[in-house]
């Protein structure tokens, strides 16, 4: 009875209600939740420490950045029947979400520019987008010898993983956003020895992939670059057939706040229990990590994550 108490005197007031509202359509960090909001910093992070208090928000710290989200289990409780009623016509929520994304847009300008000039090799190309022996070695490891019938690759970029498992799959598409990236992978993945591969413009988080297509999915540094990586995670639990794996490869939590300018990278890195429990909260086994040491001081550690669907074994192809 004391926390509903509690709960509903937290939702009573109007600006962390608008806070709640905003989070529900994925983390951001302190200073974008004050942009959106228009309020000054020292008060959104007031009501933040309110709402964390309350078991209703939480925060992650990363270098210098303050991300703040809703928390999971708050969300299936009284929450999220509170934010379900929430007409969604009320002017300031309204305006409230058409800054959002306007802050968005303004976040998905800068990276699409860095994409780019990585396509058109304008830019010095950091290590992080060479193809990493001991990360790849994992990867085909984890899979085995054994050929799949379709994998999908999510956020392709230039087609490494395509080509990487090339031999391994019957079929393989990889799905970007960005023209630039494409254009590379189809110069990459031209020739007769990758007829069965092919890349496609589309949303890592909206394939347009029926339900259980996949028996292979690949996510190869590409959660950093992502507002709202939990939404990949469930488009590749929906994708993959029973008995379908899902590898993930990405940087180990580290503090190199440079990322974020030199490589618009949006989170730095990721700690294996986190990833861990997103994947078993998508419904996907318990991960197998295997941890890639980084070469020198300027590159962080590679994680590697191989989780399953549970059912059946892949599906071979013939």
Do not use: C
Not at 57 to 80: H, N
Not at 126 to 146: C, I, K, N
Not at 272 to 295: C, F, K, M, Q, Y
Request: glycine fraction near 8%.
């Amino acid at each position: 009875m004391e926390s509903i108490v509690k709960t509903l005197k937290l939702l009573g007031h109007p600006a962390r209600l608008r806070i709640l509202v905003v989070l529900q359509r994925g983390e951001l960090t302190v200073s974008e939740l004050t942009a959106v909001l228009g309020m000054s910093q020292p008060r959104v992070t007031q009501y933040i420490g309110a709402l964390e208090e309350g078991g209703l928000v939480e925060r992650l710290r990363e270098g210098s950045w303050v991300f703040v989200r809703l928390r999971s289990d708050a969300r299936a409780g009284l929450l999220g029947e509170v934010l379900r009623k929430v007409p969604s016509d009320d002017p300031t929520l309204r305006g409230d979400l058409a800054r959002l994304s306007d802050v968005r847009a303004s976040r998905a300008e800068v990276s699409e520019r860095f994409f780019a000039d990585v396509a058109n090799n304008r830019g010095q190309l950091s290590h992080e987008f060479l193809p990493s022996e001991p990360t790849e070695r994992a990867m085909l490891a984890s899979v085995g010898s054994a050929p799949v019938s379709l994998m999908v690759d999510l956020g392709t970029g230039s087609g490494r993983m395509l080509e990487l498992f090339s031999s391994h799959v019957a079929r393989g598409i990889g799905i970007d956003r960005s023209a630039d990236m494409l254009r590379v992978a189809r110069h990459k993945l031209a020739g007769e020895a990758h007829g069965h591969l092919s890349v496609e413009m589309g949303s890592a988080d909206d394939t347009k992939l029926a339900d259980g297509a996949a028996d292979l999915v690949t996510i190869h540094q590409v959660l950093h670059y992502l507002d709202e990586p939990s939404a990949v995670l469930a488009e590749a639990a929906r994708i993959l057939a029973p008995g379908g794996r899902l590898l993930i490869a990405d940087f180990a939590l580290h503090d190199r706040d440079a990322f974020r300018d030199d490589f618009a990278h949006r989170r730095l890195g990721f700690a294996e229990d986190e990833l861990s429990a997103l994947l078993e909260e998508h419904g996907l086994s318990e991960p197998s990590v295997t941890r890639i040491a980084s070469h020198g001081d300027d590159t962080p550690d590679v994680l590697v994550w191989s989780s399953t669907r549970p059912g059946q074994t892949l599906r071979r192809a013939s």
